[in-house]
């Protein structure tokens, strides 16, 4: 019991975490229906800046994180006007050749990362890390509450921003109907790249939270197709609550099989939660149709 | 004019197969049939590959998937009964048509992306099944121990080698008679629009599932050999990620729109990648490998034939 419970709790954290790294791709593809199979590999290639910056620099892990994000930004305008000139323009089949894009290009990064990091794990070091709370019985390890805060702070500003600005509900309309956005004079295209700069950018703290939960290696970003598509998709295209409630369901679903059954088993539960809703939800929990 | 191209086909494949016996008979080199073989394995995979891919435009991410269960079913055939090789594929190449028929049921009414992250999964979850099954090694891997080898062929994987080749003349046929058959005809008009190809009577649903449960099929049968080749197998390499990748690389840069495109592409990038592999990384072989999708996506979307086509088109223009 005390077991099953540890693991709730442990699952509840573990979810936060999967929220912030999924809040980008709940944006890329939830709103902009980008099909950004490469979001998990963008994500391990902020790790490895992050990672970079702790053990050249000694920068503590989750400032490396801010200060790449700028550079993410600007990185996730040039990949969307990219991918909008050879694809989105051009019409007819460009989703089909759009995925074998992203997938050619989480395969480049994958490669690269290996060629200049090799293959081993890395981690970053940081005060934070290595210890643990204890309640009662149950012992929280201390990253995970980092993680835990940051990833809650993060989802729900941008959360707010996509609400509250005039910028993000931009963003909303034109995941709306981009037709309309059209002909209120606006430039959907400029809309779309800016909100995908914005979902690139945030993979900067989403990146540095990844090393600190735990260590990172170059095909880390194969498991988090699973999970980050798996928590999309079950949030309803596009819901920033429904990601977090979502990627909760995950972690905990996750840490309760992994307790159960053994680590063996833990890569398919994303996928095999993946499947399950897509077969019998594939509107999600809180779907726009 | 049909029939002298099918006839012109069937002499080439003929020639093809006593080519490849004629090599086995006289070359003793295993280097060439090790890097043959592998060759062979990716035109069936890719070729199998665009019959749903290609034809349907239903993005296959499970090559991988069907491909580590032919391997298994070959594995767990061998092990249980000392099956000969050609049950094996036999069995694989059923057990792929269920998988596919399976696959389809689950999957083929989503869409586009959702289609594919359903094919990625299914690979997982097969893959985590496999991992945590016992008798087949689980994650540790399984060694396989050749039997000896049949008549004319001087070593096993010289045998493997025409095997592979069997199974290409076979894949390119079939695929061969689905473009030119009404089927073909069927899937390609839902790739156009699928909303307009139901309106106007074709069966959709049921043409994606004839075409998935082909292609699973076949997949399977060309895993099924890959066991006694490497005399070994192990869930992680076998359900690598890397043979999706590189399959609907080579279906891609080749061209889907005519069934000689994946072929042309999977000689292409077997060649460079065995090349590659021997003289650089397979890291890389990776890197050229995403490259080359990356860039003939962007810059030939119709691939090696699509080149070809348009440079005829000019040419008549000029």
Redesign the interface.
Same mark, same amino acid.
């Given at each position: 019991m005390d077991l099953l419970l540890e693991a709730v709790v442990t699952g509840v954290l573990l979810g936060c975490f999967y929220a912030a790294v999924s809040i980008g791709l709940s944006v890329s =593809?939830g709103l902009l229906d980008v099909?950004h199979?490469a979001h998990p590999a963008f994500l391990v290639l902020a790790s490895y800046a992050v990672y970079f910056l702790n053990d050249g620099y000694d920068i503590d892990p989750l400032l490396a994180g801010l200060l790449i994000t700028p550079l993410l930004f600007v990185f996730g305008l040039a990949a969307y006007r @990219?991918y909008y000139e050879?694809f989105e323009r /051009?019409g007819s089949?460009a989703?089909?050749? +759009? *995925?074998? =894009?992203f997938? +050619?290009?989480?395969? !480049?990064i994958?490669? @690269?990362i *290996?060629?200049h990091f090799g293959v081993d794990q890395r981690s970053v070091t940081a005060s934070y890390i290595g210890k643990s709370w204890r309640f009662g019985d149950m012992r929280i390890p201390l990253r995970l509450m980092v993680a835990f805060a940051v990833a809650t702070g993060l989802t729900v500003l941008l959360a707010t921003y996509l609400s509250r600005t005039f910028m993000g509900r931009a963003i909303r309309a034109v995941a709306q109907d981009e037709e309309a956005v059209r002909l209120m004079g606006a430039n959907p295209v400029r809309i779309k790249q800016w909100a995908f700069g914005i979902a690139t950018a945030v993979l900067g703290v989403a990146g540095a939270l990844l090393i600190i939960v735990a260590p990172v290696d170059p095909t880390l970003d /194969?498991a988090y !197709?699973?999970r980050t =598509?798996c928590v999309v998709?079950m949030a309803g295209l596009g819901s920033m609550t429904g990601t977090l409630i979502a990627a909760i369901i995950l972690g905990v679903a996750e840490t309760i099989v992994l307790t159960m059954f053994g680590a063996?088993?833990a #890569?398919?539960i994303s996928?095999?939660l @993946? @499947?399950g809703v897509?077969?019998v939800r #594939?509107q999600g929990l809180l779907g726009r149709r | 004019m049909m029939k002298r191209n099918s006839l012109a086909f069937w002499g080439a494949a003929v020639l093809f197969l006593a080519v490849v016996l004629l090599a086995t008979q006289l070359v003793s080199n295993e280097y060439w049939f090790f890097a043959g073989y592998v060759i062979l394995q990716f035109i069936v995979l890719s070729v199998a590959w665009s019959i749903l891919g290609g034809y349907a435009g239903y993005v296959n991410f499970g090559t991988s998937a069907f491909f580590g269960v032919g391997v298994y079913t070959a594995v767990l055939l061998f092990k249980a009964f000392d099956a000969p090789l050609l049950v094996q594929i036999a069995a694989a190449a059923a057990v792929g048509a269920l998988l596919g028929f399976a696959v389809g049921l689950l999957t083929l009414r989503m869409q586009g992306i959702f289609f594919s992250i359903a094919t990625i999964a299914l690979t997982i979850v097969i893959e985590t099944t496999v991992t945590n099954w016992r008798f087949l090694g689980g994650a540790a891997g399984i060694q396989i121990q050749r039997p000896p080898v049949t008549a004319p062929f001087p070593s096993y994987v010289q045998m493997l080698v025409f095997v592979q080749a069997s199974l290409v003349v076979i894949s390119v046929a079939i695929a061969r008679y689905i473009q030119n058959s009404w089927i073909g005809r069927g899937l390609q008009a839902l790739r156009d629009d699928e909303l307009a190809a139901e309106c106007t009577g074709v069966p959709t649903l049921r043409l994606k599932m004839v075409a998935c449960v082909i292609s699973g099929a076949l997949m399977c049968a060309a895993g099924a050999p890959a066991a006694m080749y490497l005399q070994y197998a192990d869930p992680a390499s076998a359900f690598n990620l890397n043979y999706s990748v590189s399959v609907l690389a080579m279906a891609l840069i080749g061209g889907t729109a005519h069934w000689i495109g994946p072929v042309i592409g999977a000689i292409l990038l077997g060649i460079t990648q065995q090349l590659l592999a021997v003289t650089i990384s397979s890291e890389v072989n990776v890197l050229v490998l995403g490259v080359m999708l990356v860039l003939f996506v962007v810059g030939a979307p119709e691939g090696i034939i699509g080149l070809f086509r348009k440079g005829r088109r000019a040419e008549g223009k000029a």
């Open positions: =593809f099909p199979v @990219l050879t /051009r089949d989703a089909v050749r +759009g *995925i074998a =894009f997938f +050619g290009v989480a395969f !480049i994958e490669v @690269l *290996i060629l /194969r !197709i699973g =598509f998709v063996s088993w #890569p398919a996928f095999a @993946l @499947l897509l077969a #594939p | -």
